[in-house]
């Protein structure tokens, strides 16, 4: 059961746009994580809800979704996430927020695979510019921004090859390819 959702929960970069996710759904992602583990239970971080067209345009400039795909610039108008969820860590409660970060983003991605979307956990993020467009104040950090929709792209796990390469790519048919260690590689005995 879990391994089902964690195997759907991929990272997506191209979605069906037109697909609305509702400010209730993000509020029901983010309660997941406001509900999963904190480090000394400090609870530092904060989020940002988008879900409206409008502002969703004040944050996609500032992000980079698939950095190891040289010949491509991001998903085109119609493609792009119907939502997003910015993970802010609150400086004012705690400056030790990289784990919770982790385990909030990854409540929230498997939260939403299983209501049948999908997103990408985004660490590439002019934080300066995107802190200027929502006038976000300095005490929160930019941790991660999450990108949500109805995912438009095949992405299927596969086996590193035998020159190691971790990178992801794409195929002649769009096909979204991540290479993950096999599980004897990555176990020390």
Avoid at 28 to 47: G, H, I, M, T, W
Avoid at 50 to 66: K, M, W
Wanted: hydrophobic share 40%.
């Amino acid at each position: 059961m879990i391994r089902d959702l964690i195997l759907k929960n991929r990272s997506y970069r191209r979605f069906y746009e037109e697909v609305d996710i509702k400010l209730e759904t993000l509020k029901e992602l983010v309660d997941l994580a406001r509900l999963s583990a904190s480090a000394r239970n400090a609870q530092p971080l904060k989020y940002i809800l988008s879900c409206e067209p409008q502002r969703n345009s004040l944050i996609f400039p500032h992000l980079v979704l698939g950095r190891y795909l040289p010949d491509w610039s991001g998903p085109c108008e119609g493609e792009r996430p119907s939502a997003y969820i910015i993970i802010l860590g609150d400086t004012e409660i705690s400056r030790f927020v990289d784990y919770d970060a982790g385990i909030a983003a990854q409540s929230i991605m498997l939260g939403a695979t299983e209501k049948g979307l999908g997103g990408c956990m985004i660490a590439s993020v002019d934080r300066e510019e995107l802190r200027k467009a929502l006038e976000i104040p300095p005490r929160y950090e930019i941790l991660l921004v999450l990108a949500l929709g109805k995912p438009k792209e095949k992405v299927v796990i596969e086996t590193i090859g035998p020159s190691g390469d971790t990178k992801y790519w794409r195929d002649s048919k769009s096909v979204h390819h991540v290479p993950k260690r096999p599980l004897n590689d990555i176990i020390i005995e």
